[in-house]
């Protein structure tokens, strides 16, 4: 069952890709649809009888890919709940995002491209989460890079896709660029990329790292690796760099890097939001199940030797604490409805990493679970809204919609409950058991990573519901003819919302004892590692009440006050931002990341460019490569082909001096 699971999305795509204009649109969306259904349904099967067994890892292997030296990798499924959780939140939401998706795209003529380009986003997420060495997750990490860019610039004739297509594209392989780094760095102090051998031995590694007995084999085998003199000097140098008192340490922090990239950690953000201007659907299947949960599920699956390193455990939480307030800030000024859940997102996995830095790994994952549920609901809702006021997505040209579109309405609502906490619901469960595991975290940032997560629950419920107010209470502030074409969506759009919405309501009540609860060690088996003096999963259960009931008091006061801003008094606001004019643009333009990176990267990368083709390409290849000698030819046949004037006597002529410096050349000859 497993490998049909992982292959059936490949299969959807192959056929939709190879096949979709003999066999029409409609045969597509459906082919790709029906399999990630059947895919859904048997990662549900999977994820439920799995526990009725012992519990134990699965792994099948499909071939064997590469050997050489100690490196053998081969394509091999590592099926245990973590897999699981993956399999279900990956599926579930890509199948709810193809249905939704037939109704959504109904009207573009490139809908076979689209649904293949879907399903092989989906498979190379399934690649990911299923890997049993490295070098496969890390083909997995790739292709959702690379099914990420086609989805985004999926309009390529819109300059602005274009440009967040690449922009996506090239911030991921800065933090790409360092998972191969940390890939390479567990290749030397574990000899292996695969996942048994690096936790069976991540407890000896590090033994002999703290003694020191390990650097100078480390050394040795970096410097093997090479046989040029100066790549052996780098190689070398980092090999006892990694070895001098923090290996794992660095390899971690490498491993982050990457996690930081495709989950959109700040400094590594700037994609994200840009990522919007893809089609809404696949803003859903990137923030709530793929690419974006790639990170996190990373270090969880990597949590036997993060667990080892508390100098990149306490790096981590400060990152993650950082992002949620940092993406919090902005999401309270942003005016396109889909930036400001976008901006949700990244807050949301900032949570996550909290979670994670502090050693909570299962509330992390349980975060990972339940956000999908209400994240591609409110992503959905979106989509939905825009569809119906004719792809207007400016909350300022919208309002007064909550009577044309009540269903739509009413999932947005319980999305929103979902994600600001509301008692009982989804968020409720897994994001306070964050907070309350950054509280009795013991790493120096834990306590800044719960204050931050604290503010930042309040700012969420904030511009959570100012979307909502703007968007669908009030005086509708769209044109008279807009607003008469506005609609309720068709029921292939609203299905997939009423399924999520039963998710947004109901995961967390159901699976909290599962995931963070009494159940925890028989439901995660040996899936995440959590060291001996490790305690923050018992300890949370006994926090103090009012820390417990600390983020419920933010969620309801984040609620009033966007109630008094943008219902009782809607030109509040406006004054506010008057009044404090320069923290309003600081806010809207997103902390001005994205214009330091323009003034330090972007713009001399520019430069460096333009000299190199002025120069280089200009003056060296166009003045003496290929383009040069081309030039050249064509400048001598251009005076040859004058020679050719279509007169007897010019021909004529030339024969006779031809033949007169033939006679002349034989008769010096002969002289000499």
């Not at 949370?540 to 006061?557: E, G, R």
Request: proline share 3%; net charge neutral; aromatic share 14%.
């Amino acid at each position: 069952m497993y490998p049909i699971i992982v292959l059936l999305p490949l299969a959807g795509f192959l056929i939709a890709g190879l096949f979709g204009k003999s066999i029409g649109a409609k045969a597509c969306e459906y082919t790709t649809s029906g399999f990630l259904i059947l895919a859904a349904i048997l990662s549900w099967i999977a994820f439920i009888s799995f526990g009725f067994g012992e519990g134990e890892t699965v792994r099948v292997t499909l071939l064997h890919w590469m050997q050489s030296g100690g490196l053998d990798v081969a394509w091999s499924l590592r099926i245990d709940r973590l897999t699981l959780v993956m399999l279900v939140v990956v599926n579930t939401v890509s199948a709810l995002v193809h249905v939704y998706s037939i109704g959504y795209m109904h009207h573009d003529p490139h809908r076979p491209r689209f649904f293949a380009y879907l399903s092989l986003f989906t498979f190379a997420m399934l690649m990911l989460v299923t890997s049993n060495n490295l070098v496969q997750m890390f083909f997995g990490w790739e292709g959702v890079g690379l099914a990420s860019y086609l989805l985004i610039g999926f309009w390529y004739k819109k300059p602005s896709a274009n440009a967040a297509a690449m922009k996506a594209f090239i911030v991921n392989r800065v933090g790409d660029f360092g998972f191969a780094l940390g890939i390479f760095g567990v290749f030397v102090l574990f000899g292996s990329v695969n996942l048994d051998t690096i936790f069976a031995g991540a407890a000896d590694v590090a033994a002999q790292i703290g003694s020191g007995a390990h650097a100078e084999a480390a050394g040795e085998a970096v410097a093997a690796a090479t046989s040029t003199a100066m790549t052996d000097t780098v190689l070398t140098f980092a090999g006892y760099a990694l070895t001098m008192g923090g290996a794992l340490t660095v390899v971690c922090l490498l491993l982050f890097m990457g996690a930081m990239g495709k989950s959109a950690q700040i400094g590594l953000h700037t994609w994200l939001p840009d990522a919007m201007e893809g089609p809404t659907p696949v803003s859903a299947l990137i923030h709530a199940a793929t690419m974006v949960t790639a990170g996190v599920f990373m270090l969880a699956r990597m949590s036997p030797i993060f667990e080892l390193s508390p100098s990149a455990l306490t790096f981590v939480t400060f990152i993650g604490a950082t992002t949620a307030f940092f993406a919090a800030t902005i999401g309270l000024v942003q005016n396109d409805i889909k930036r400001v859940i976008a901006y949700s997102t990244c807050s949301q996995l900032g949570y996550m990493f909290v979670a994670l830095g502090v050693g909570a790994y299962g509330a992390a994952i349980f975060h990972l679970f339940t956000h999908a549920f209400f994240k591609a609901l409110l992503f959905l809702g979106a989509g939905s809204v825009i569809h119906a006021v004719s792809d207007e997505q400016d909350m300022r040209r919208m309002g007064g919609l909550k009577n044309h579109i009540p269903i739509t309405y009413w999932c947005m609502v319980i999305g929103t409950l979902a994600l600001t906490g509301f008692p009982f619901t989804a968020g409720y469960f897994s994001k306070d058991a964050i907070i309350e595991a950054a509280f009795v975290g013991q790493n120096p940032f834990a306590a800044y990573g719960w204050g931050l997560t604290v503010l930042a629950a309040l700012l969420t419920s904030f511009y959570s519901w100012r979307l909502i107010f703007m968007t669908f209470h009030g005086k509708p502030r769209a044109s008279a003819d807009v607003m008469h074409h506005v609609h309720e969506s068709p029921m292939v759009m609203l299905v997939p919302l009423f399924v999520l919405s039963a998710g947004a309501l109901l995961a967390g009540f159901l699976f909290e004892g599962a995931f963070i609860g009494e159940g925890y060690g028989e439901f995660w088996h040996s899936a995440l590692y959590t060291g001996v003096a490790n305690h923050v999963l018992h300890e949370m259960h006994s926090i103090p009440f009012w820390i417990a009931f600390l983020p419920t008091v933010c969620m309801i006061i984040g609620f009033i006050i966007a109630y008094v801003f943008y219902v009782r008094s809607p030109s509040t606001p406006k004054d506010l931002a008057k009044r404090h004019r320069g923290l309003y643009k600081f806010l809207l333009n997103k902390w001005y990341f994205d214009e330091l990176y323009d003034v330090v990267f972007v713009r001399n990368a520019k430069r460096i460019g333009r000299f190199l083709w002025k120069t280089g390409d200009g003056r060296v290849i166009d003045g003496l490569g290929p383009d040069g000698i081309s030039a050249r030819v064509m400048d001598v046949t251009g005076r040859v082909v004058k020679l050719q004037s279509g007169y007897l006597y010019h021909y004529a002529f030339a024969m006779l001096i031809g033949v007169a410096a033939l006679v002349t050349w034989t008769m010096l000859g002969g002289a000499y």
